[in-house]
């Protein structure tokens, strides 16, 4: 597709960004905070081009110049939802830091293979501007700003507000919410102006999940239930929806046909999908789609197990939706065709707490025949489970990486804060759907120069079907 000379960044439709090319460069933070390993977060820079010398490799790694930040999400100074305006360009990938608070921006324009740092913004800026802390997604603005979400307060409790930063020269701006105007708790957000909204979702206080899960914590009603609805204009918290059998709703994905007025959550601790629609009297509503069932295990923390689904995504043609179960191991692809009867059309495993071999004994399994053989790419044995999940443009390949918090990869997966954590791609099949994996790809960053690393969230240089929001 010809460059266009007088649009801004992105795709001017999510049709067209399918139509995009190849992916050749992926860019994931890698963290060392929990692992022992006493070196800053870093930037690694992937080459997924399968004709280069380099593929499946780290050709560069940008650390950050302080330690124990948390790397975790990662987003644009600018996206497709600024097609329209020629003046804007991506150049910058926004770092937040998950428990520092600190935001790391990075040049990735001037040389795309070899990333550099061109602005820290301190986390006493954010919290004296914002009295917020703890951040999460970050996500580009068609008025040219970036909007970062937050988890916590200054001393880690519960708050879910948003940061907004200037899009030129990234300082704080203050808060997009009005005064005052908090949610219990934050995680992720999508908007949708044509709707007038934006959704968040919950996880936990900061204080709450940061050195580990206690289940005693989902009893005492620490964990988040709800998705909290805001008057997009007004900036204002209008509606919120409390979720039956949803604990703890994590990524949240609008459909991309910036038209539709529904899409998706991913409950982690109930393992289910629930579908989130506009009613005919201009509320929105909640419902149940998809449910992964528990297994019934000994030799784990609890006697039911349950799937845990930590990240979701949709094709950019919104006919598939795809989900990682991080403690049951497996990534799923539905077809939604009709949203509101999602139909499995793949399933693969990708190591996971139910392996034959491990130390958990499934009992009562309603879904399988048998515990799953553990997965080898390469002669490596995979540890974890899948966590953090990217589609190619096109959407025939799916990326996959293991690691979801060093707090709680800690207590999950152990072999993995020794191992670290790996990258793997997915075949998807597009037509008749299914997923098959590609056993020339793996990289293992078990084997880093400094230590075996947690590499978290995947992006791509020009945008993906998780960083950009159509108008």
């Known amino acids: 597709m010809a460059k266009c000379e007088k649009c801004g960044p992105g795709y001017p439709t999510p049709m067209d960004a399918m139509k995009g090319p190849r992916e050749e460069l992926i860019y994931l933070p890698c963290i060392y905070r929990n692992t022992g390993t006493e070196a800053p977060d870093y930037l690694a820079t992937v080459d997924v081009d399968p004709k280069s010398p380099y593929y499946s490799q780290v050709i560069h790694r940008l650390p950050m110049p302080h330690l124990k930040d948390e790397l975790h999400h990662s987003g644009w100074n600018t996206c497709s939802s600024c097609f329209g305006d020629s003046s804007k360009s991506r150049t910058k990938l926004i770092l937040p830091s998950l428990i520092s608070s600190r935001i790391y921006v990075v040049d990735v324009d001037s040389?795309?293979?070899?990333?550099?740092?061109?602005?820290?913004?301190?986390?006493?800026?954010?919290?004296?501007?914002?009295?917020?802390?703890?951040?999460?997604?970050?996500?580009?603005?068609?008025?040219?700003?970036?909007?970062?979400?937050?988890?916590?307060?200054?001393?880690?409790n519960a708050k879910g507000g948003f940061v907004l930063l200037d899009g030129e020269t990234f300082e704080v701006k203050g808060t997009w919410q009005r005064p005052g105007g908090t949610a219990r708790m934050g995680y992720d957000f999508w908007y949708q102006p044509r709707h007038n909204v934006l959704i968040s979702t919950e996880w936990a206080a900061p204080n709450v999940f940061k050195d580990g899960f206690n289940p005693a914590h989902v009893s005492a009603g620490l964990y988040g239930s709800q998705m909290n609805v805001w008057d997009w204009q007004r900036r204002e918290l209008v509606q919120t929806l409390q979720m039956e059998d949803g604990l703890i709703p994590l990524e949240i994905r609008f459909l991309h046909d910036p038209a539709a007025c529904q899409g998706f959550v991913g409950c982690a601790l109930s393992s289910n999908i629930q579908r989130f629609y506009k009613t005919e009297g201009g509320k929105w509503a909640v419902e149940k789609v998809i449910q992964v069932p528990p297994k019934k295990v000994e030799g784990w923390m609890l006697p039911d197990m349950p799937g845990l689904i930590t990240d979701i995504l949709l094709s950019l043609d919104d006919r598939f939706l795809y989900f990682s179960n991080w403690v049951h191991g497996d990534v799923r692809q539905?077809?939604?065709?009709?949203?509101?009867?999602?139909?499995?059309?793949?399933?693969?495993?990708?190591?996971?707490?139910?392996?034959?071999?491990?130390?958990?004994?499934?009992?009562?399994?309603?879904?399988?025949?048998?515990?799953?053989?553990?997965?080898?790419?390469?002669?490596?044995?995979?540890?974890?489970?899948?966590?953090?999940?990217?589609?190619?443009?096109?959407?025939?390949?799916?990326?996959?990486?293991?690691?979801?918090?060093?707090?709680?990869?800690?207590?999950?997966?152990?072999?993995?804060?020794?191992e670290g954590s790996v990258m793997l791609q997915i075949d998807v099949d597009t037509e008749k759907g299914g997923l098959t994996l590609n056993p020339d790809f793996l990289v293992d960053f078990g084997k880093e120069p400094q230590g075996p690393a947690l590499a978290h969230e995947l992006r791509y240089p020009g945008g993906d079907c998780t960083s950009d929001i159509w108008l």
């Open 111 to 156: 040389n795309p293979r070899a990333p550099k740092l061109h602005k820290v913004v301190e986390p006493t800026e954010v919290m004296s501007k914002c009295d917020l802390a703890y951040l999460h997604t970050s996500h580009c603005l068609p008025s040219g700003e970036v909007m970062i979400s937050t988890l916590g307060d200054t001393k880690g």
């Open 334 to 418: 539905y077809d939604i065709s009709d949203p509101q009867r999602p139909r499995l059309a793949g399933q693969i495993f990708i190591g996971g707490s139910i392996v034959r071999g491990g130390p958990v004994r499934v009992l009562e399994d309603k879904e399988l025949k048998c515990q799953p053989e553990p997965l080898v790419v390469k002669g490596k044995k995979i540890p974890g489970g899948p966590q953090m999940i990217q589609l190619s443009l096109d959407g025939r390949r799916l990326y996959v990486t293991t690691s979801l918090y060093s707090g709680w990869d800690k207590q999950f997966y152990p072999n993995l804060i020794k």
